[in-house]
């Protein structure tokens, strides 16, 4: 277990969530690395999933006028679309998600599926860029889009290491978007979705009794940190995404997988979860 001091660990996780949020390498898996290898104190579901709400106050930030139009121009044909179909693929994900709970389904907590998750991802990532070489793609958002990404972002959620930005905008690549449109479509569904999760869990921790013992002091903390550093790395991918592609994050997630990979079945087997 860490020696490190409490407000340390939360911070560098805080850094972690909100560096990977974004990127197509997955925060999820990133958290989950360092905690179940014992390089930081393992921290509770509410956690994770309410820091995830911090990074998406990034977007709120950057796509700021973009969210009022949303409002302001509800009148305009275009953006009233938009705003509808951001709305249904919510709705898609939401409605699995549901079901998932419904069914009581458990999502993984271990590295190896990260690992997998991590590995195979990378290949995805060189398939679609493959696939759209030399193609430049629409400047617009369908309705085959919609539902492809809203079924890639429930994918994204039951396997950690997937990352749900990566899915949602190798999902609209594969299916025709350009990669700027695609990027800003899976940026603006996160803030309902991630939103909508730390709602429910924070909700769902206070009616079980289990947010009596979460040090909140703490998770303000993550959140801020995971904001903050959000902020930059959405900045900085919306530029990035204009003129490359992402096969650099493939070359990132393979070596990433591969290693965890050797680890686990060479250096001991899978980490502890406690």
Known sequence: MSDLPTWLSIVILGLIEGVTEFLPISSTGHLLIPQNMGWLPRQSDIFSVVIQSGAVLAVVAVFAKRIVSFVTDFREPKTRDYLFKLIGAFVISMMGGL?????????????????????????VIFGVEGWRKNRQ??????????????????????FPGTSRSGACILAAMAVGAARPIATEFSFLLGVPTLMGAGVLETLTSIRDGSAMDEDWGMLLLGTLVSAASAFLVVRWLIRFVQAHTFNGFAWYRLVLGAALLLWIFFGGGEPSMT
């Open 99 to 123: 079901l998932l709970k419904t069914l009581d389904v458990s999502l993984p907590q271990t590295v190896a599926p990260v690992a997998w998750a991590t590995l195979i991802g990378a290949f």
């Open 137 to 158: 793609g629409r400047d617009e958002i369908s309705w085959p889009i919609v539902i492809v990404v809203g079924l890639a972002q429930l994918l994204a959620a039951i």
